[in-house]
Every structure is written in C-alpha cells, then in structure tokens.
C-alpha cells in the first residue's frame, strides 16, 4: 500500500511515476465493474427497505441486512472512485474498511433468521441451547467486527509501511475470528436439518402436519447466504495474507468474484424468499406450527366468532405437532 503520493491523476507511461501500478491498489480499477456493483448492491439495500416497509418493520432483523448492503454500496462507491484517482489514499481506506466490515452484518442476520426457523420447526435437532444461536454466534461476529474497525483505523491513521502492515495483521485476525464464528455455525445448520429432515422421513408424518414448505424454502436460503458469506471470508484472509500488492489483491477479477459477487448473492437471496412472507408473524418460541397453523397465522384477523372456531381447530393440530415433537400441547 502506497502510505503517501504526490500524484493526483493517472499517467499510463509505463515507467511514469504516476502509473496505476503504482498506486496502493497496484492497478486502476476497472470503472464498468466499479458502476455495476454500487448498482447492483444500491438496489438491493432499497429492495430491502421496501419490503421491510410493506412488512411493517416484521421481522425487525432485516434492518441489519440493510445496514450490510448499505456498507456494500459505499465500499463500491468509494472503489469506483479509485478508477479516477486510485492515488487517492483516503478513497482506497474506505472502500477496504466498508467491503471487509459489511459482511459481518449478513451473518449476524443468518444467526437470528435461523433462531427464528428453530421457533417454528422446534429445537428438538439442535446440539446447541436455541439462544445461543443469538448469544454466542452474535457475540463472536461483534467481536470479529469490533477487531476488523480497528484494523481498519490502524491503517487508515498509518504513516509508515509498517503501521499499514499491522493494521492489515489485525484486520486479518478480525476476518478470521469470523469465519470460527461462521463455519462451526454452518456445521451446526446442516447437523440439526440433517437430523430434522430424517427424523420426518422416518416417521412418515402426513404432510399437513408438518411446517409449512414455506419455512423450509427460507431455512435452505439462510444455509447458502452462510456458505457464500464464508467462502467471501477464506478468500480476504488468503487475499491479504499475501499482502496488499500481492498477486490476489491485484488481480481484480478475483476481487469481483470472491468478494463482491459472493456478497452480492448473499444478501439478494433474501429478496425473493424474505422473511416477512416466509416467516409466521405470531409464532410462539418453542411451538412448532404445522402447515395449517401457518395458514391460519397468515389470514388477516377475523370476527370473534370465528376466531373462536380457528382456535379449537388449531388446538386439535398443535396437538399432533406437539405430540411428534415430544412436548405436551400449548
């Protein structure tokens, strides 16, 4: 990383001083690429403002997938920057900074979407107490948060080669603090869907009193959100182990397919299958709700009447959920 240049625009000689090659991305990125992710990932954050809104702010979660996409699109804003001035020390900081803070923020939305198809499905198939899927996966991705900021600002206020390696040391340790985080929760997922989904083919349970297939459309989209998030975090760590003019970091088509892509999808995936359709709204921790139930929770609110009807014919289905699942009736 250039630590300081007296250039302010490109010279493409090839032994001119203000050579691309120069600069601290080691090359000009690429404007077109630059347009299509800030494009790409500022429809995304409005798509996700919108369908939060429709949903009237349900579930609350996806605020924070909002704030991802929101560090994905300044992080492209300021690379796209670099196309016009990659010199430009404080617009190559920022984009480093927003592209390697933004996806702890998916997989902080991951951890509580999937606590959340666990109230629905039961946690009979967790190896794991429910809330920890919260406490303890959370907590490990805001402390692999909090260790990338600071290697971030270390490089940001660094005036010598050595300091900018340090910060670079640090924000490798934060990016692998989270993948510790993510990938014993990837192994985690598919451990409890695994034993869940056996559990259900060996019992031959009627499809009508299983959860609805709409909840497990969005419980497979949180397991590929995990697994492009990870395999986003294996290529920094390998990118800046080899330094920031090493042969990952400037061959930008890596960057674009590891990174920004992997991102990209990530997140999109939440559109066509967003929680507010595929979640109930009105779930009880713990209940497993089968495909009636899900029904009944999704008709908008009805005379008391029939409210009264739905109840007891509800109370007859949570019976034969709650009797599968082990646990007596609500």
């Known amino acids: 990383m250039a630590v300081g240049s007296p250039c302010t625009s490109v010279d493409l000689r090839p032994d001119a001083l203000c050579n691309p090659e120069n600069s601290s991305y080691g090359f000009q990125p690429e404007l077109w690429t630059g347009i299509v992710f800030s494009s790409l990932f500022g429809v995304l954050m ?10 009237r702010l349900f579930p609350k979660f996806m605020l924070i997938a909002i704030v991802g996409a929101a560090g994905e699109l300044a992080g492209w804003i300021a690379r796209t920057y670099g196309h016009v001035d990659p010199f430009n020390r404080n617009g190559y900081i920022a984009q480093i900074i927003c592209l390697i803070l933004s996806p702890a923020f998916i997989s902080a939305v991951n951890y509580v979407a999937f606590q959340n198809v666990m109230d629905v499905f039961g946690n009979k198939w967790s190896r794991i107490p ?4 919260v ?15 600071v290697g971030g600002a ?68 949180i397991g590929v959100s995990t697994l492009f998030v990870l395999v986003r975090c294996i290529y920094r760590i390998v990118e800046m182990a080899e330094g920031w003019l090493g042969y990952l970091a400037t061959t930008e088509v890596y960057f674009d397919i590891l990174d920004a892509l992997m991102m990209f999808i990530a997140i999109a995936v939440f559109v066509p299958v967003h929680p507010g359709w595929f979640l109930p709204r009105n ?3 713990g209940q497993v709700y089968n495909a009636a139930e899900f029904v009944e929770m999704e ?7 029939e409210h009264s009807h739905v109840g007891s014919t509800q109370g007859t289905t949570r019976y034969a959920a709650s009797s599968h699942s082990g646990r007596s009736p609500a």
């Open 130 to 133: 429910r809330k920890w899927y």
């Open 46 to 55: 409005l798509i996700h403002i919108a369908l939060l809104t429709y949903h």
């Open 154 to 221: 270390m490089s940001a206020e660094a005036e010598t080669e050595d300091q900018v390696n340090l910060g670079k040391n640090v924000m490798i340790a934060g990016v692998t603090v989270q993948v510790a985080v993510t990938a014993p929760f990837l192994v985690l997922y598919l451990d409890y869907n695994i034993r869940r989904l056996g559990d259900w083919a060996r019992s031959k349970l009627p499809k009508q009193e299983r959860p609805h297939q709409k909840v497990e459309l969005f419980t497979a989209v």
């Open 299 to 305: 008709k908008p609110e009805r005379s008391a009447t």
């Open 135 to 149: 406490l303890g996966f959370c907590a490990g991705d805001l402390c692999s948060l909090i260790v990338q900021a």
């Open 283 to 285: 779930k009880e921790k």
